[in-house]
């Protein structure tokens, strides 16, 4: 795998996926962001096997290609370069070659067969919400969801959307709250 990229939007895609990632894990390719290079994008995904989330940016693409390589290591690199163009490559025992400018740095990575695979959401529905709706509605629920992690099934907000209503419902076992909106 080779490619170049503006140190900004490669600062940029990493930034979005690496709060995603754990800080301490048994797992060692859980601290790490998959790169994957292909269709003039880069993919950047990270999880914790709870939370995933995956973002992509604009890059020449010399060699299509993935990896994994350590997220918080990376991002620290990147932040600190000199120059405004940054050139990676990944070779075949994913040992990955940082250059920009005068600084060149190389960071081992693990195989991309090791990173555990986001679920498939083909065929999940898809709807549209102003940001403003969403925004009230969870400042309005979001207190009364529980802190207690021993009743781990009430530390989350219940959403529904039917029949054109989006519905938002959270507890903590003694106060309710719900906002329904069209």
């Known amino acids: 795998m080779k490619f170049r ?4 939007a490669l600062l940029d895609g990493l930034q979005k996926v690496q709060h995603v990632v754990s800080t301490r894990t048994t797992l060692p390719i859980l601290s790490n962001v998959l ?6 994008r880069i993919q950047f995904t990270t999880t914790d096997l709870d ?10 693409i ?5 990896t ?6 990376l991002v620290n690199i990147v932040r600190e370069l000199p120059a405004s163009e940054v050139e990676i490559s990944v070779d075949a025992k994913n040992v990955a070659s940082i250059q920009s400018g005068p600084s060149f740095f190389k960071i081992i990575g693990l195989s991309q067969d090791e990173f ?3 679920p498939d959401f083909d065929g999940a529905k898809e709807f549209r919400i102003p940001q403003v709706m969403l925004r009230d509605g969870l400042r309005k629920t979001s207190y009364s969801i529980s802190t207690d992690e021993t009743r781990y099934v009430l530390n989350g907000l219940c959403t529904s959307f039917r029949e054109a ?3 938002l419902v959270a507890t903590d076992g003694r106060r309710l709250s719900m906002v329904e909106n069209d």
């Open 5 to 8: 990229i503006s140190k900004e």
């Open 35 to 40: 790169l994957v290079a292909r269709n003039g």
């Open 51 to 60: 939370v995933g989330i995956t973002g992509s940016v604009e890059a020449q």
């Open 62 to 66: 010399d060699k299509e290609g993935a």
């Open 68 to 73: 994994t390589l350590p997220a918080r290591r």
């Open 116 to 118: 555990p695979p986001l």
């Open 165 to 167: 209503k989006m519905t």
